[in-house]
């Protein structure tokens, strides 16, 4: 007996028919249910990584502005330095892939399967990175002591502006 024909069997019962159909009902929205929370599961593990990933991006850019400071403040004279870097954008990471291709007979690609290439340490997995893209720096603002001298303030816009690959016109350097 294939389904069709039990189905139709469990319909000619006028009795029974009623308690299929609810029975059926309660089985669809047990699926729909588990099918929506397997999905948003996998959303949940996408966000997770988005939030890992633009914490580190901040620890960056934190790091590149503690640096700068550090090596401002080394410079004769000049004390007591804040910096602001303005970004376009937040960058972006080139994550590696396993790429598996599945091929015929005759030597052409049926089928290309890629998925991230993981590192695990002590149960953590974290995606392998091969390269960073710092981001794009749209201007940035540095104050301190000791930067009266206008020709001091042009070298330190111009150093600056090296480093972070913008043109000198878009460091401003200020006297606290």
Same mark, same amino acid.
């Given at each position: 007996?294939?389904?069709?024909?039990?189905?139709?069997?469990?319909?000619?019962?006028?009795?029974?028919?009623?308690?299929?159909?609810?029975?059926?009902?309660?089985?669809?929205? *047990?699926?729909?249910? %588990?099918? #929506?929370?397997?999905? =948003?599961?996998?959303? /949940?593990? $996408? @966000? &997770?990584?988005?939030?890992?990933?633009?914490?580190?991006?901040?620890?960056?850019?934190?790091?590149?502005?503690?640096?700068?400071?550090?090596?401002?403040?080394?410079?004769?004279?000049?004390?007591?330095?804040?910096? *602001?870097?303005?970004? %376009?954008? #937040?960058?972006?990471? =080139?994550?590696?892939? /396993?790429? $598996? @291709? &599945?091929?015929?007979?005759?030597?052409?690609?049926?089928?290309?399967?890629?998925?991230?290439?993981?590192?695990?340490?002590?149960?953590?997995?974290?995606?392998?990175?091969?390269?960073?893209?710092?981001?794009?720096?749209?201007?940035?603002?540095?104050?301190?002591?000791?930067?009266?001298?206008?020709?001091?303030?042009?070298?330190?816009?111009?150093?600056?502006?090296?480093?972070?690959?913008?043109?000198?016109?878009?460091?401003?350097?200020?006297?606290?």
């Amino acid at each position: 007996m294939n389904y069709l024909e039990t189905l139709k069997n469990i319909t000619k019962d006028s009795k029974r028919k009623k308690e299929n159909l609810i029975l059926l009902l309660v089985l669809l929205v *047990i699926l729909l249910i %588990s099918i #929506n929370y397997i999905f =948003n599961e996998d959303k /949940d593990k $996408k @966000q &997770t990584t988005v939030v890992e990933n633009t914490q580190e991006q901040v620890t960056k850019k934190v790091d590149l502005e503690s640096k700068i400071v550090d090596v401002l403040n080394q410079i004769s004279g000049i004390t007591d330095v804040s910096i *602001i870097i303005n970004y %376009s954008d #937040n960058g972006n990471d =080139n994550i590696v892939y /396993d790429t $598996k @291709q &599945t091929l015929n007979d005759n030597g052409q690609v049926l089928s290309i399967e890629k998925s991230v290439a993981y590192n695990e340490e002590s149960g953590k997995k974290t995606a392998i990175i091969q390269m960073y893209n710092t981001p794009s720096v749209e201007g940035v603002i540095i104050v301190a002591n000791g930067v009266q001298n206008s020709e001091l303030k042009q070298k330190i816009a111009t150093a600056i502006g090296n480093l972070l690959g913008v043109a000198s016109y878009k460091v401003q350097v200020f006297e606290k």
